[in-house]
């Protein structure tokens, strides 16, 4: 069935798209299960509804569904209508209400807008005469769209009975990068959903034999990389809001900085076992050193320990932990690097990040990368945070990052943090958790390694105090 195309490309902006017919009622029939089978995991997608009066209208995701039973932050949806009584009538109704933008209901249709929820269209339509029967309402349309005081019944006519509904795919802002989209990914992702991503994560414990308690994840790097963005935006993706805990933007040395801890939780207040902790910035001449470093990993530096400019950390320091346990160490350490300064990384001036890295390597401390600032590299990615992995400019500033510090390439992590935004947005989380998990699986590895470690000298131990006891 035929819908105004060029006004919907260009409501959805960036030129002229394909489309492709995902689901529609008389295909697939008015089911929630066939609208999932067929459009979850696609990118975005219009839907477009034809009811019994004429009228057509419907909404704009540009978030996959996925059936994540819960609201889906959407800051391009839109709700739309393109005709009325048979008369033409474009309206755009953009979201207002970015993080209730879509209902992602794995029992329903698609649905926008939450608590009396825009336009909730079905969870199952009953086909009568030619006609479905569609089960949704529009009672709070106008909740988290702008719909510029029209009524639901000046678009619906007041029925819920519809001749077709249609969703189609490739009429949408993945388009805007078709070069990138086209590409093969350089690194697969099996899953792109934060609440997918959030429970793998809530399900990693430490080593429990090991009497470890937290992860600890200290962030290392040269000045201004972006290490305190990490942290708020890892704080951010946990409590579903931007939290700006760490101070950020300093970039300068010479001012008095704390070890903070900073839990990862979540909104609801639960904790994850995840402590981050930012270090101060350094230069390859000025800042930490490693004996720092060394004092830090080896969890010497208690927590609120007060990093001074012009004094390095020793055992005479206050509050130095003379006899850390597992429990104080660093188990993964995460260097920090600004994506659009990679190609700076030369011989010279990555000597510092190189000693810290074989320190930990000596140490058998696992070491990760986080690449931040690809939105200066790559700014078409704003459109589509998805398509990351494949971005060919994203993929050489991590070949130039793993090269320069002497680390395998799927250490290297591309992220972005927060800092125009002033609400969290899924993709952007979904790259940092991409990268947190790893470290906790890395973290996790550490500690067996240790606890192996441990078992092994208990046994030697034991066999040499057996050896005395008989000889
Ligand atoms: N565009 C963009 N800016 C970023 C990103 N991450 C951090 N920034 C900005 O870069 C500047 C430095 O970020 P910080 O997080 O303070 O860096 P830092 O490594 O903690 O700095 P020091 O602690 O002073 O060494 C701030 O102005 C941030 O807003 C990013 O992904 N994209
Ligand atoms: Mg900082």
Redesign the pocket.
């Known amino acids: 069935m035929a819908i105004k195309k060029n006004q919907l490309e260009q409501w959805i902006g960036h030129g002229h798209k394909d489309c492709v017919l995902l689901f529609s009622f008389s295909i697939d029939g008015g089911t929630a299960s066939a609208f999932h089978n067929k459009c979850n995991n696609q990118g975005p997608t219009v839907t477009v509804i034809h009811n019994e009066h004429k009228s057509v209208y419907g909404g704009y995701a540009n978030q996959s569904w996925t059936s994540c039973n819960g609201d889906v932050t959407d800051q391009q949806a839109f709700l739309y209508q393109l005709q009325f009584s048979g008369a033409i009538k474009c309206n755009k109704f953009p979201v207002s209400n970015h993080s209730w933008a879509l209902y992602d209901n794995a029992n329903c249709g698609p649905i926008f807008g939450r608590s009396m929820h825009d336009l909730w269209i079905f969870c199952s339509a009953t086909k009568t005469g030619g006609f479905y029967n569609l089960d949704g309402h529009m009672d709070g349309f106008g909740t988290n769209y702008n719909v510029n005081g029209k009524k639901a019944t000046e678009v619906n006519n007041g029925t819920k009975c519809v001749e077709e509904l249609e969703i189609v795919v490739g009429i949408c802002a993945r388009h805007a990068v078709p070069k990138a989209m086209e590409e093969k990914p350089w690194r697969k992702t099996s899953q792109w959903s934060q609440k997918k991503m959030l429970e793998d994560i809530a399900s990693l414990k430490p080593v429990f034999e090991l009497g470890v308690t937290d992860f600890r994840i200290a962030?290392f790097?040269?000045?201004?990389?972006?290490?305190?963005?990490?942290v708020?935006t890892l704080l951010s993706t946990f409590s579903g809001r931007i939290s700006q805990r760490?101070?950020?933007?300093?970039?300068?040395t010479g001012t008095i900085?704390s070890y903070t801890p900073y839990p990862l939780k979540s909104s609801s207040g639960s904790s994850s076992n995840i402590r981050v902790y930012?270090t101060?910035?350094?230069t390859e001449a000025s800042g930490l050193d490693m004996i720092d470093f060394y004092h830090i990993l080896e969890g010497h530096v208690c927590d609120h320990f007060m990093f001074h400019p012009s004094a390095h950390i020793t055992w005479k320091s206050e509050k130095f932990v003379q006899k850390p346990t597992m429990n104080h160490r660093i188990h993964c350490g995460v260097i920090?690097i600004?994506a659009s300064t990679v190609d700076a990384l030369t011989d010279e001036n990555t000597s510092k990040l190189k000693a810290l890295k074989s320190l930990m390597d000596e140490k058998g401390i696992p070491c990760v990368v986080l690449l931040?600032?690809?939105?200066?590299v790559a700014p078409e990615l704003e459109d589509n945070w998805k398509t990351t992995f494949k971005d060919p400019k994203v993929k050489e500033c991590v070949d130039k990052a793993a090269t320069a510090i002497g680390i395998s390439r799927n250490n290297v992590h591309p992220?972005?943090?927060y800092?125009?935004e002033v609400e969290v947005d899924e993709d952007l989380n979904v790259l940092s958790l991409l990268a947190l998990r790893q470290i906790i699986h890395l973290s996790m590895d550490h500690m067996e390694n240790v606890k192996l470690r441990e078992d092994g000298n208990a046994v030697s131990e034991s066999a040499e105090a057996v050896g005395s006891d008989t000889a």
């Open positions: 962030m790097g040269p000045l201004g990389g972006g290490k305190s963005s990490c708020n760490a101070s950020t933007g300093c970039g300068r900085t930012g101060p910035g350094f920090v600004d931040t600032k690809i939105d200066k992220v972005k943090n800092e125009i």
